[in-house]
């Protein structure tokens, strides 16, 4: 142990910890851990199970990361939960490890702004830059993209994709699929609009904001089908060329939905 892991921490002797990381007072880590350079860990954390933890995050106290899932169907596999690098872990948020039944890994990315009292369930996928406030809740099988931000008190039902650049009001119930781009809020969920001040934020032209309203007005406000929409919306980046990455991603998103979009 270094001068970093505080004495009163019980550190179990198999963890791997960078030297320069340091564990705050009565943390509890197991033996199959991985912490990486400059990660802090506050007082009180529990780290178990197969995590893995990058470096320069910041996971403040009472947090409880890599217990087993809430799955009644797991049985003790080796499944893990990996953090990447630069997130902020506010107290008292809970992350699971994967199941079987699925990649067997609970992977959350970098540069994630995670506020106090969330829960992220086993084998969800949370991207980069993204923000959780308070008591968001991840049920099991999620994925979250990119700059999402889901608001406080909102819960995501399992297996719900929630696309790039989305941004969800507070106390949301999210059971479809979210497209990349779109706000929503509500209970049941509707789609209020565009993510517009969050684009401009992020340096999207107008160009490619052109071609993201136009594809929001196809998808929801001139009554096409879905099909049509789609089809509609493919033809975008012939008028609007520096937007043809977002309206690719815009469309895999919906060819992949598994759970049907928010509409």
């Excluded at 406030?133 to 700059?147: R, S």
């Excluded at 052109?210 to 089908?225: E, M, N």
Aim: overall charge neutral.
């Amino acid at each position: 142990m270094t001068s970093s892991i505080h004495s009163t921490a019980i550190v179990d002797p198999a963890a791997r910890i960078d030297a320069s990381a340091a564990i705050g007072p009565y943390a509890v880590i197991g033996p199959h851990v991985t912490i990486g350079a400059r990660t802090s860990v506050g007082a009180h954390c529990v780290i178990e199970g197969r995590t893995t933890i990058g470096e320069d995050n910041r996971i403040f106290q009472f947090a409880s990361l890599g217990a087993a899932p809430q799955d009644k169907k797991y049985a003790g596999e080796p499944t893990e939960l990996r953090i990447g690098d630069r997130n902020t872990i506010r107290e008292f948020c809970t992350f699971n490890t994967g199941t079987a039944q699925d990649r067997g890994v609970t992977t959350i990315g970098n540069d994630n702004w995670v506020m106090a009292y969330v829960h992220i369930a086993h084998d969800c996928v949370v991207g980069h830059h993204t923000v959780l406030a308070n008591n968001a809740t991840l049920a099991g099988h999620v994925h979250v993209g990119d700059h999402a931000i889901i608001g406080g008190l909102t819960g995501v039902h399992q297996f719900t994709k929630v696309g790039a650049h989305v941004m969800a009001g507070f106390a949301s119930h999210i059971s479809q699929d979210v497209p990349p781009f779109m706000m929503v809020d509500g209970n049941p969920l509707s789609v209020r609009g565009l993510n517009l001040e969050g684009l401009r934020r992020r340096g999207f032209s107008a160009d490619r904001l052109a071609a993201i309203k136009q594809a929001h007005r196809l998808l929801y406000r001139q009554g096409l089908t879905l099909d049509a929409a789609r089809q509609a919306i493919a033809e975008l980046p012939a008028v609007h060329g520096e937007a043809a990455p977002d309206i690719a991603l815009l469309l895999d998103f919906i060819a992949n939905s598994s759970r049907g979009i928010a509409r």
